[in-house]
DNA sequence: TTGAAAGCGATACCAC
DNA sequence: GTGGTATCGCTTTCAA
């Protein structure tokens, strides 16, 4: 068995650097640097020779000294609305993690945050295009306004990625959300298997015109339809997410329908369906599942008056987005054009599990814990980086 | 608004370095570096006050400088078992994937392999520290029995990382895991729901010896009788992660018990138990939970004999795990002792979002696409480092 | 016990 | 077009 020896064997043996390409194509440095970075001023030819060599001896640069040389920082413009807080905070969180984990890399977070989804969300974004940005995160709430300034970033050279949405038809590096069609099936099978295969189901939505709204109904209806045939959808609600319109019309739609077994909520926006479930006094009777998670829900599971929810888990979208803009940005690679999460189902028995990561003091960055004598070892109050993803 | 101007605004402003704080004590950088790194020969007065200098300034070392200048590297020893492969391989690559995007800080992986679980592990571990590594991440089988290698580890100054299990009584930097309790109690209440309320259920585990098999069949037993009072336990088999012997006992529990509603199998060994269901013609009519998910068990929950299956996470316990080691040993960061990961529910509808994460080619590590001139973006096949992390 | 200086591997200039 | 060289912030070594 191949024991080392103590000392020495712990160097590297060095990989090639452009020194070394430089010294066996007998030119300089700044030539090598010059082909490696399509600058100009530079020979056609030697500019080919170097490329080859450098593919043949595997050259990869040094990003620490690339990094230390440059004096040139990365900046990541996050622009996202500050409601709903539970959802788009934890976003941000996930993103400043990542960040913070890269930060000697020299990339920093150029945050800026508007109201809501959808409302603000362009003066935001043209603010930040016009602010010298090198990429961006977004989450766009209605994408086809966005188009125009997409093509501006595009055009600027600034790559974009969009979270929380698939954002088709707009262009984008990347986009990273949770799998809405497989979210949608996922409900209408726990919803077969809890109902015991029979029963009629009111699906509250936020709007069909919105692509992800749209997936998570049809994602249901295809599972039910498919897999379920005694199951069936009692009626659709769109409740824009509005509050009062979600009270109102699931009050309308539950006395005019009494032979109602489950509620399915595909939004953000299940408290005043669970409201106007338990005035109709029939909370405990029905099967609700309902998507996302904050403070609020809570008791509504722990009672058992929410039988499960289904969790599309931001920290790990804010950490997905801005791996893959990094990725770009830094080691000039391109991500996949769709990430799309798996849902997670939580449940009474598993809530503590999320909830624990929700608190507002579990932001999970002990490298933010300041200045302190390195030789003292921290120990973070939280998780590190990776392991908060499960929240 | 603040809109910066183009070239010079993206210079950063440095922050405090060495150098300042050598300066404003008038003393040297030597000394300095002295003092933050607790070298010897220094006065202990010019040690304190360079020391409470570097609080003050918000003193935090430039990563980058330092590994570019340290020649030394840091070896990051991995020990996993072959078996199972569909578990630890998965594991593995998540580690490998982090150590990838850390790679420009200097980090190696020394992975080694033994056949088994508990099978060459201690061999495997002392070889290790044999091996002058500076970390290790290890998946303990039968944790009572490295004890005096770990004790060695520990005063070594190796720090250890086990995945896969919450080890306790041994010591170790960290472990990380899916919360056992909570996987148990989640499949009671997954159970509990499926089966309206009512039935008995066969758990079929490892070893009860085993903390984590134990911990999951006491979250399901506290489930059940916390919140169950209908249904109930009908049998415990310990199968010992052996195929023939699950399959024997479980041919003889279901016979002997003909009422039986469910089955629970709380480790990977569960083809064997379907197919003794299959022989006694129950498949159909049972409500089967089993746990983790591989190749032969996707048939299964297409055909919905398996209603569901309780996923671990290996590739994430793997990221975590290295992340771990490599903030510790790099940037002094202590982890949390203890790790616990949610447990994920894979049903037929959300199947396919984490088969297409088990094919041997979506290893998502687009860096190791090896040399290519920086200048032309790769796009990578599959989902970058964090992505992959449903998997 | 301390100071001074030589790297580490890139970038960014200058001069030719 | 190309070569040379200062520079980034730190570690390391040698000299005082």
Redo the contacts with the bound molecule.
Sequence with gaps: MPRRRKAEARK?T?????????ET?????????????D?????????TRVLELAQTVG??????????????QCRVGVNLPREIASFFDLVRDGILDVAQSFESSGVRVVYRSYPRLGQGEIEALEEALDDDIDGLVIAPGRPEHLAPLMRRAMRQGVPVVCVNTDAPGIEHLATVSVDAAASGSLVGELMGRFLGGNGRVVVVTGQLSTVDHRQKLDGFRKELGERWPGLGIAAVVEAHDDEREAYEKCRQVLASTPDVAGVYVSTANSIPVMRALDDQRMSGRLTAITTDLFPALAPLIESGKVAATIYQRPWVQGQIAFQAIYKFLVQRVTPPPVNKLSPHVVMRSNLKLFLERMRPDATGSPGRAGPRP?TRAARSGSVATFADEIG
Excluded at 27 to 36: K, N, W
Excluded at 39 to 47: D, E, L, Q, S, V
């Design positions: 590297r060095k990989p090639p650097g452009i020194r070394e390409i430089a194509l007998g030119i300089s440095i700044g030539t090598v640097d010059r082909a490696l970075h600058r100009p001023g530079i020979n056609k030819a030697t500019r050259y990869r640069p040094n990003l620490a000294a690339r990094f230390l040389s440059s004096r040139k390195e």
